[in-house]
């Protein structure tokens, strides 16, 4: 029983990454810094509901610009501990630049069990941020573990220039098929037979062949659902209609003629 | 004021992404079939110290192995409350066959204000899972935001496909460099410098040219931190020694000389 066994080998000193939820929760951020700045993005970016405390004179052009056009709410001065009174508080970020307030906040927020980020403590977060590329409904995040929030940047341009050009709406295209083939086999027990076919459907195109695919291209494919076959790509591309006698839904035989005529 | 301000604008309906920490942390998982399997090693890869409860005729081969191999402790039985008495539990992955158990695991957890996921039921999750690309330090974690997992999979591969060979072990070398300088700027005061030289090193290199330099190539480019310049990557690749008259260190001029002889 000494021999390599097929399940993956665990390889530690990583960290859990996860897309974090907080669409309509309240995120407290104290400080209104650079730092501040850019995890008001990516909250606002999930759609939480921000609050900035912070001394109006110390905002940043861009957190400025955000309170002023209403986009986070704002509480003009200094975090005091009542802050953290609300139980409603989903997440707390700090990025000041006073070590014995961040310790302190840590502290109150391990307290009562809120997720926190001290900037730059990591001993002081129950979670870090990394480098994310963002394309419509496509997140990337590049983490390089503490080598480094530059290098990660750097990774996370590298990766979007690969990228097909028009990802995000590739995707969302891309998603529809799994959409309508709910809407064509949509009973309980069609689960399994859906779920082989799109197995089949991702195991026959590299996924960026599918990004050049269009809702036509779709559904096409989804005709082949119920042979339970996935067609090659080129015998996919070849089914698209003829730009020169519009829209056929149906190949009818007809075809040579009305083009011929 | 109408005009598009300089300052990203908001694209809502995404997740916010983040890097959790649960190295030595008690992460439960309730459920031993094939979507535990996955949770498992997510949260193994990062350290954590993971508790499954789950019958063990139930537990799939993988889980299995973790168990015998005391990668995990296992429970073998099904959930009760009393397993969330532990205060120092941080996290509750839940992935069984049983929509009612499952939600009232996911009340318990909120009750305690413990981050739960509750696998295939997005409205009884804190968070979500994506797929993840890992080399050493490196992690890519690639979430299409709910349309499909086997898209974000497909991704992920494409993902890796691109990146340089080796790009794990890059990493560590550049990151390397980072600890050099602070070795050799030590002083606080030489922050800003640092900070400075670091932003010009990742703008005259893309990544992919970074995974090509050496050790030797990165003590090469340390050389030029006190001028606060950063040669181009052929002058850099130019000091390489001569591997016929091995590790120059200076070049003192006489390198011509050693090398006709």
């Known amino acids: 029983m000494a021999e390599k066994p097929e399940f993956p080998v665990v390889q530690g000193g990583g960290s859990l990454i996860i897309a974090w939820q907080i669409r309509d929760k309240k995120v407290l951020v104290v400080g209104g810094g650079e730092v501040a700045a850019g995890r008001i993005l990516h909250c606002l970016n999930a759609d939480a509901r921000v609050t900035v405390v912070s001394p109006l004179a110390r905002l940043n052009p861009e957190v400025a610009y955000r309170v002023a056009?209403?986009?986070v709410t704002h509480i003009d001065r200094n975090f005091q501990p009542?802050?953290?009174?609300?139980?409603?508080?989903?997440?707390?970020?700090?990025?000041?630049?006073?070590?014995?307030?961040?310790?302190?906040?840590?502290?109150l927020c391990k307290e009562r069990r809120i997720p926190a980020n001290i900037a730059d403590v990591p001993s002081e977060c129950d979670f870090y941020f990394g480098?994310?590329?963002?394309?419509?409904?496509?997140?990337i995040m590049v983490s390089t573990n503490g080598k480094g929030p530059r290098l990660a940047a750097m990774i996370r341009r590298f990766i979007a220039k690969q990228l097909p050009s028009d990802a995000g709406r590739a995707i969302e295209t891309i998603g529809q098929l799994r959409v309508k083939l709910r809407q064509i086999a949509p009973r309980q027990e069609?689960?399994?037979?859906?779920?082989a076919w799109m197995t089949k459907v991702s195991e026959a195109y590299s996924w960026d062949e599918m990004c050049d695919l269009s809702e036509e291209d779709m559904d096409n494919l989804l005709?082949?659902?119920?042979?339970?076959?996935?067609?090659?790509?080129d015998g996919l591309k070849g089914m698209r209609a003829n730009p020169e006698v519009g829209q056929l839904d149906v190949f009818d035989g007809s075809f040579g003629f009305s083009v011929g005529a």
Chains 1, 2 share one sequence.
């Open 223 to 233: 005709r082949y659902y119920p042979s339970g076959k996935v067609p090659s790509l």
């Open 69 to 71: 056009q209403g986009q």
């Open 131 to 139: 480098s994310v590329h963002r394309d419509g409904p496509l997140q």
């Open 190 to 195: 069609d689960g399994p037979k859906r779920m």
């Open 82 to 107: 009542s802050d953290l009174d609300d139980s409603s508080i989903a997440m707390v970020l700090v990025a000041v630049d006073d070590p014995a307030a961040s310790t302190t906040i840590w502290k």
